[in-house]
């Protein structure tokens, strides 16, 4: 958050402060479960603390009363308040330059109040060359070669699940020995259990049923987009974040062995704490590691830009370009950004300049991320100028892939030229692996035509959490293709901009959208503001067109009728 202060420049503790109270609001408020701090109370949270400022507390005195506060809110363990405090409290005091901003900008920045316009218009992208004149895409001929790509996200497995434990602990995160023994519905299943993370044998039962999918129809990429840790965020290492996704990149590379490339991008759960991304190079003692786990799939160069930045690119056939962006250098909740948020990593200058050789050397682009570029949890600066970028580029950009929501979805990008709007791109979200907030476990399967690289087919598995823990075995089963369950006549961006129309008008096609949305799961009643709320999330591929488009349909962001996913 940025502190403006109308007397002078904060001081560090000052600034820890103000940090501090951004990562509890964002992380208590977003993370753990909305709302825990109400609007009045950051508010009040933040005059309370200035006061303290003025009496020259300590930084210990300070991380007290946000323990206070959110201990007194009654929504959260008191364990879990204090675990909190202690993981951002010392990396707040650490972040050092200047912050300006009043309570309700504060508070409005992270998500606690409406939001408010902090920041100046965007500014335009600046390209190295003139955009060629745009190439309407054809569909691929049923008969042409296919590839096939397995999409994989929301992994969030947590090793301390045991069956038979409390479901319902009164703590974010529940399903452990420490939660103590519960019966019926109230107890951790042997498969899962809807509101606890991913547990071992479920993963393992996931990996097979792909193993045997693989044997039939053939897998020749791996795109798999971030979040490996539990949701445990207020008791959480380093080298516990290592290892979540060192666990899955030894699961995947038993599943897959060398010959199958799998490429990875960081969630906002790979951070320590959670959402928390430093700059250049701040971030080491993550990108590092990581860099050693994907080492068999990243050359030399991918390595580098990842080690610096946690982004890269690959190039594994001709043609072809996989491009991997970490979309936590747009995440609202990484308060880094409100002291550097206009690229602090060079992330989106290095897309451009690769887009650029590509389409010189005429690849077609892959790129696959975490966090939706139209989700509210990218700043809507950094949004709006990926957004140019994608436009600029639409003729090469052939599939965009992403998670962070748990729910199965898309964003459509539009252009307007000769006062005629187009849709020139689009972005796939995938449903989580991980059962947390109501989901059965859940994978995709892309097909694209080899000479082209357009995509021409959606199928999307998953498994009833519910039958598994009564039957004894998961059934995995193929939920849907997409062009089947909509109609459609093929993927491109016109066909996914017709079916939002029909989604409009057509309460049937939409019961069946929202149900697919959240993976068959117990959550699957959409009604009133959390169809408006749909609706503009699948047409808006920038954040501030989606807070437009809100606005526009008459929605405010604090409607009961939306649901407010803990990603």
Known sequence: ?????????????????????????????????????????????????????????????????????????????????????????????????????????ICGAMGVCPPVNITPPPTNMTFPKPKPPHVPPTPPSPTTPKKVILHISDVHLDPLYVAGMSAHCGEPLCCRASNGKANGTDAAGPWGHYNCDLNTPMWKSMLSHIQAVSNT???????????NPPHDVWNQTKEGQISATQYVTDSLKAVFGKNTPIYGALGNHEGYPVNIFAPPPGTEWLYMPVSQQWAQWLPEEARLTFEFGGYYTVSPEKGLRFISLNMNYCNSGNFWLYVNENDPAGELEWMVKVLQQAEDNKEKVFILGHIPPGNTDCLQDWSNLFHQIVNRYEDIIMGQFYGHTHDDSFEVFYTTENSVKRATNLAFVAPSVTTYQNKNPSYRLYTYDVASKVISDVDTYHVNLTDANLNGTPNWIHTYNTRQAYGMP??????????????????????????????????????????????????????????????????????????????
């Open 1 to 105: 958050c940025k502190y403006h202060s109308t007397t002078s420049i904060p001081s560090m503790a000052r600034f820890a402060l103000i940090l501090v109270l951004c990562a509890i609001a964002a992380v208590v408020a977003t993370v753990l479960g909305a709302p825990v701090l109400t609007c009045d109370k950051c508010k009040v949270g933040v005059v309370t603390l200035r006061l303290m400022i003025e009496k020259n507390a300590s930084i210990s005195e300070m991380e007290q009363v946000i323990t206070a506060l959110c201990i007194a809110d009654k929504k959260e363990d008191a364990n879990v308040c204090k675990g909190i405090v202690a993981e951002f409290g010392p990396v707040a005091i650490d972040v050092i330059g200047d912050v300006v901003l009043n309570e309700a900008e």
């Open 490 to 567: 093929d993927l491109l961006p016109a066909s996914w901009d017709a079916l939002i129309t029909k989604l409009e008008t057509n309460s049937t096609l939409f019961d069946l959208y929202y149900r697919l949305h959240t993976s068959y799961g117990p959550d699957s009643t959409c009604t009133g503001g959390c169809v408006k709320d749909e609706l503009c999330s699948l047409k808006s591929a920038a954040s501030s067109l989606y807070m437009q488009c809100m606005q526009d349909s008459g929605v405010e962001l604090d409607s009961p009728d939306i649901r407010k996913p803990k990603c």
């Open 217 to 227: 129809t053939g897998i020749d990429y791996v795109v798999w987009t971030g979040d």
